[in-house]
């Protein structure tokens, strides 16, 4: 769980940008969200309109008392929100979710983005360089066009390598396939779609490298109520239930709230069970 | 807490259900609020006038696969299986919690047969901090091919029958929209002895993903919540509160205060949130203040003159001393 307690605030739109087909930029100054947000810090958006539950979104970036959420337009509350001029008032919950660990100085981190999976990890390259910790990264998306964001965390500090499914841009190759090139990383960190967070676990466990990743799954309230955004994890895992198991039930795994229990996990953790396929 | 917060002043905002007092007639409803604590870190819960817990059931239980949740239009679908730590797990780590929550706590007990509901609600009945048990008898019942209790009259009697022999505190029954006629159902939970009713639970319901072709919930079917479910909420109130006397919590879709007044004014005396605080925190404030609006405009000295305002064949025993009840010749 995050340190501090999330706050409720009215941030007010103050920039929007179609950053390529399909994908925005939005900022919102919001100070005191702002001000507390940390790596993998997410806020919980009251989308203006008919109802429909808070959207979690990632924070992106964040300066004084601005933030800004990068997205990909992917359903009614994201395009909703798109469409909002600035100047509106969105109320927001946040910064919600736990961060990721940073390692000591002197060690090196890969960073292993997918897509939109990149958000996270501006926070986290500030903080890495902070502790004096080197930041290599591997993005990569389908192509050149949901490739967003790699300006921003080159000027953040980390050493950004990207790759495309189609090579219209950096190498042709999957991000897996760049991050199995990298040997001198101390710690991995994940965030993409399912079936890459589940490869870079797998290569991290069979070459013992320490790797967390933040996951996502559709969530309900947000606040950790409803238990409706679970992730199987190891049974004894710090962030799961912690429930005694259940009689009836041959399951012999936990589950975990992504939303507050999340959204980072310990690859080492998270369990990989067929549902996922 | 009731005035200060905004809400205008003098109207008594007090509601009885089964004997417990709210300070106001609006409640977090189960399964939306966990144990209270997490809403707690944003906003002040005592603006509710009580909370009802996340159900507990006997035996601890994993729950449903994921996903469990499905976004459907001004709604949502949710499966979650009842996951939860059991019954001996919750009174030895949760309840002693349960005092410090700022309002009262109406805890709810689940269970797939009559024997697991008696089991849990007499491990409730007593625990310091807690006011009252609902049981959530919309649960498939095991020793009936998994239909749920509150389909049938008869296994719906069984339950809250049961219990209400073994339990000293006011007990709530739960029902379920997912029947023909919701009145005998209401009329065997009243007789069987419950305290209140509470409905409606969630709408059974399914979403399928049509790009994988198969259902968006890993469990098939959920249950349906939200604003998209008012109308049936308001129509099954309005039936039961013409059929039992017992006070009536309705629920769902509430999301303004106006929603609730349109369940009060069929009937109910007191109104659940729940899907609605996944969008607004606030909404219990909100929600309440309205209330106490609509009884001040119309020049009620309490809130709870609203209740069955717009119904005529409304059969709660107690009409309130500050308003003559207007019979406009509709028969129950």
Redesign the interface.
């Known amino acids: 769980m995050a340190s501090d307690?999330?706050?409720?605030e009215t941030a007010t739109l103050i920039s929007r940008e179609q950053v390529a087909p399909g994908f925005w930029c939005l900022g919102f100054r919001s100070p005191r969200i702002a001000r507390a947000a940390g790596s993998a810090s997410y806020v919980a958006v009251?989308v203006p309109g008919?109802?429909?539950?808070?959207l979690p979104l990632g924070i992106w970036t964040t300066r004084d008392d601005e933030f800004s959420l990068l997205f990909r337009e992917w359903?009614?509350?994201t395009r909703r929100l798109a469409r909002l001029s600035v100047g509106s008032g969105v109320?927001c919950?946040g910064p919600l979710g736990n961060h990721f660990s940073i390692p000591v100085k002197g060690s090196t981190a890969l960073i292993a983005a997918g897509g939109i999976g990149i958000v996270p990890f501006w926070l986290l390259t500030r903080e890495l360089r902070a502790a004096g910790v080197n930041v290599r990264a591997i993005v990569g998306a389908r192509t050149k066009a949901h490739l967003n964001g790699v300006a921003q965390l080159r000027e953040a500090g980390a050493d950004v390598t990207v790759c495309t499914d189609d090579g219209s841009e950096g190498d042709k190759a999957m991000v897996l396939d760049l991050v199995k090139r990298v040997h001198a990383a101390n710690v991995i960190y994940g965030c993409g779609p399912l079936g890459m967070l589940r490869a870079l676990c797998a290569h991290a466990s069979e070459n013992r490298i320490q790797c967390e990743i933040s996951m996502e799954?559709?969530?309900?309230?947000?606040?950790?109520?409803?238990?409706?955004?679970?992730?199987p994890v190891r049974r004894g895992s710090q962030q799961g239930?912690g429930?005694?198991?259940?009689?009836?039930?041959s399951?012999t795994?936990?589950?975990a709230r992504v939303c507050?229990d999340g959204t980072v996990f310990p690859a080492s953790d998270v369990l990989w069970?067929e549902?996922y396929a | 807490m009731s005035a200060s917060n905004g809400a205008p002043a003098n109207i008594d905002l007090s509601v009885d259900i089964g004997g417990v007092t709210l300070t106001n007639p609006t409640i977090a409803a189960s399964?939306?609020?966990?144990r209270g604590a997490?809403?707690g870190?944003?906003?002040d819960i005592s603006a509710y006038g009580a909370i009802t817990l996340?159900s507990v059931t006997r035996?601890?239980?994993?729950?449903n696969?994921?996903?469990?949740?499905?976004?459907t239009?001004?709604?949502?679908l949710?499966a979650?299986g009842l996951?939860?730590?059991?019954i001996?797990?919750f009174v030895a780590h949760e309840a002693p919690k349960l005092s410090s929550v700022p309002t009262v706590v109406i805890a709810s007990a689940a269970g797939f047969t009559v024997g697991e509901f008696v089991d849990v609600a007499s491990a409730i009945d007593g625990l310091p901090g807690v006011a009252a048990i609902e049981l959530d008898v919309s649960c498939p019942n095991v020793d009936s091919e998994g239909e749920c209790f509150a389909v049938d009259p008869r296994t719906t009697d069984a339950v809250v029958a049961a219990v209400k022999r073994r339990v000293k505190l006011p007990v709530i029954a739960k029902l379920t929209p997912n029947v023909a006629d919701i009145r005998p159902i209401a009329r065997a939970a009243e007789e069987a002895g419950a305290d209140a009713i509470s409905l409606v639970n969630s709408l059974r319901a399914m979403a399928i993903d049509v790009e994988r072709a198969r259902p968006t919930l890993?469990n098939g079917t959920g249950g349906l919540t939200?604003?998209a479910i008012r109308p049936v909420a308001v129509y099954q109130v309005w039936e039961s509160a013409q059929t039992v006397r017992i006070p009536i919590i309705g629920m769902g879709g509430i999301?303004t205060g106006r929603d609730a007044l349109e369940l009060m004014m069929a009937g109910a005396s007191a109104v659940a949130i729940g899907?609605?605080?996944?969008?607004?925190?606030?909404v219990a404030a909100h929600v309440r203040d309205a209330i106490a609006e609509e009884a001040r405009r119309r020049g009620f000295a309490s809130v709870r003159a609203l209740t069955g305002l717009a119904n005529p064949g409304f059969a709660g025993k107690r009409w309130p001393a500050d308003r003559r009840p207007q019979r406009l010749g509709v028969s129950r």
């Not at chain 2, 035996?59 to 729950?63: A, F, I, S, T, V």
């Not at chain 2, 696969?65 to 976004?71: E, F, G, K, Q, T």
């Not at chain 2, 239009?73 to 949502?76: E, I, R, V, W």
């Not at chain 2, 899907?275 to 606030?282: Q, W």
């Open positions: 307690a999330p706050l409720l009251d008919v109802f429909s539950v808070r359903g009614d509350r109320s919950i799954e559709t969530f309900g309230c947000s606040m950790g109520t409803c238990w409706g955004c679970v992730v239930s429930y005694p198991p259940s009689p009836r039930d399951r795994y936990d589950f507050v069970l549902a | 399964g939306c609020y966990n997490e809403f870190r944003v906003v996340k035996e601890p239980r994993l729950g696969a994921m996903p469990r949740i499905a976004l239009p001004a709604g949502m949710n979650i996951e939860g730590p059991g001996d797990y890993a939200g604003p999301e899907t609605a605080n996944f969008r607004d925190p606030l």
